[in-house]
């Protein structure tokens, strides 16, 4: 008998914690306050430009790529992450430089960035995806991209999205690769993606491939041709940039000291800092001109050397030489107050 009264006031209890307290955690989860990172993306050259963001959860270059999303062609993006701390952001679009940066992100609010990515005058030398290729597997499919670098210096980012989930994954090189390996393969990289609930298909995913002088690949979408790549700007929004541009002299606008910090933002700063000699992509530029020598190639650090660095370019410094030289001479001005 008591053994029995136990048993249903146990029940009870039961019967209670399922009927009001279950509600309460549902609604606990249903309202939890949502993560974003949002901003906008403009090209160096002028106006908005369209494209791909991905995200690696941690430290940046720490390969763990878990979230993306697409640049619109009035340059904005939004993306939905899984918590406060630490990223990388990385900003890819067709015919420019691409764009590495740590960044904090707040949990439970919208994280709003703006970012301006140069134009790349050396495309040709930019890695190609040449073909890709979806194959059905039980657990979903697996996916084959076939990527090359003209000139063999390919990074871990041959990366892929499936925008209709939100999901960013770092595509498999064809052979092992040791953690700290910085020049990957040429070849066939592979992704087993394997769908839970929400099958996707191949209309909703999008590819790109990076090296490491921040060249990337066109960015390609579904049927995966050169008709398919996602274009940044139209050629008659580069027109009008480029008109622009012309049309008003930059000293007529701003002084020689702002136009160079403006320059610096929009160029150097994706892998320069200003305010530091700490290495961010390349060295920080802090007292460059105290120097004897340029910190990386050794050569004597006159205004000279600096300028044809700029136009040129170096091992892992892509060259700028769309920049105008009333730029050129604003940004060595800007540098020497470092």
Known sequence: MKRSVAIFIFSLAFIYLFLYSQPEAVSEMKYQP???VSGRVIAADNGPIAGVIFLEKGRLYG???RFGGLIDENGNFKIHVDGSGGYG????????IYFPLSIQVDG???NYFEFSLPPNPAVKEAPTISSVRFNKAKYGFDIYLDVSDPNKNLSHQVLGLNNATGE???LSPPKFMLPWAKIYPDGTYTLQYKHQSNPTGPEDWYFVAADNRCYNSPVIKYPFTPESYII???RVEKDKGREAKEA???TEVLDPGELGKKVFRNNCGICHYADTTKTKVGPGLKGLFDLKVTPIRKMPLTDENIRSQILEGGKEMPPYEYLTDSEIEALLIYIKTL
């Open 248 to 250: 008003v002299p930059e």
């Open 89 to 96: 952001i990385h900003l890819y679009a067709t015919g420019y």
């Open 108 to 110: 439970g609010k919208d």
């Open 34 to 36: 949502v993560t974003t």
């Open 168 to 170: 960013a994954f770092r």
């Open 63 to 65: 390969k763990n790529f």
């Open 232 to 234: 940044a700007k139209t």
